[in-house]
């Protein structure tokens, strides 16, 4: 009861006066052929439909420093905003025009090292479409070699995660920021003393301002008052940052300065001249203080931050 495939060549055998008087055939079971080239349409079917819905492109790629495409779906398009053929063998431009001049090399660099693995790659950067317009970008491939074991070509898929990664930003933004004065916060300024504890050689310390005093305008003047009270003292604070100093709020009444490369204590010192004059215009007319705390990072207290922010607020 099986149905099969078969392929049937017939002729016509005549007689010594050309009249038909029969046929001879032979038929040849084609199944297996024909269940191939089904399944090849299904593929190549399921492939349209893939990359018609694609959110980015397909690609094939000669491994050169332009990336010359020799295949480009047409999600290109909307991805980028050139078609395929402006792509394709550079004729218009290279796709290494597209991407986002501080990413060009790192990409290169990344390809290179995952080549001389033969493992897959995935990795993330930026392009400027033909709008003018910056996208984050996620692209996953691998490469092609031929019997030698040498890279023929690259194959992948380039996909637009500009919206992900958007939201991811946020995420980020939210997880690093105080959200009422917009300066880092304590989690921030860990991360970054835990860091530069493995690589800074220049002086440092901590200089902490301690504004609980604030509290006490709840009661006169609510909660409102007192957070707006805190966030002019942030304006006024960060005017005293600049490539070496950088302001953070670590708890809601509270504030650190983080201070590289500065000469002695009397530096220090005078930098706390400069804070406090700075809040006695706000905090004088309130007729409330404030405390200013100092310490300096050094081999006893450097690798251990929580130490760090206990002598701080002593």
């Not at 390809?111 to 996620?138: D, M, N, Q």
Request: charged share 30%; aromatic share 10%.
């Amino acid at each position: 009861g099986t149905i099969i495939w078969i392929e049937m060549s017939i002729s016509i055998t005549r007689d010594e006066n050309g009249k038909a008087i029969g046929f001879l055939g032979v038929s040849r079971d084609i199944t297996h052929r024909k269940l191939a080239e089904m399944a090849l349409r299904e593929s190549e079917r399921s492939k349209s439909v893939l990359l018609s819905n694609l959110p980015g492109m397909a690609y094939r790629c000669k491994y050169d420093r332009d990336w010359t495409m020799q295949f480009v779906s047409d999600g290109c398009y909307d991805l980028t905003g050139y078609t395929p053929e402006q792509l394709l063998y550079n004729r218009d431009l290279s796709f290494n025009n597209l991407i986002a001049p501080e990413y060009q090399e790192l990409l290169w660099e990344e390809w290179s090292r995952i080549l001389s693995l033969k493992h897959p790659f995935r990795y993330e950067y930026e392009i400027t479409t033909a709008a003018g317009e910056r996208k984050w970008v996620l692209e996953m491939g691998q490469g092609v070699y031929d019997e030698q074991g040498e890279v023929e070509a690259l194959e992948g898929i380039i996909l637009d995660i500009s919206a992900s990664k958007e939201i991811e930003n946020i995420f980020k933004f939210n997880s690093e920021h105080d959200p009422w004065t917009g300066l880092y916060n304590r989690r921030y300024l860990e991360n970054l003393l835990r860091e530069d504890t493995k690589r800074a050689t220049r002086k440092r310390a901590l200089v902490s301002v301690n504004l609980s005093a604030v509290h006490s305008l709840n009661l006169k003047f609510g909660f409102q008052y007192s957070q707006e009270l805190i966030k002019k003292a942030a304006r006024v604070l960060e005017t005293l940052c600049t490539v070496y100093t950088q302001l953070f709020i670590t708890y809601e009444n509270r504030f650190v300065f983080y201070i590289k490369s500065y000469l002695d204590k009397e530096e220090l010192t005078a930098f706390c001249e400069k804070v406090v004059g700075k809040l006695k215009s706000i905090l004088s007319v309130e007729k409330i203080g404030a405390g200013v705390g100092v310490i300096e990072i050094d081999e006893d207290n450097k690798n251990d931050v929580g130490l760090l922010q206990k002598n701080l607020l002593v």
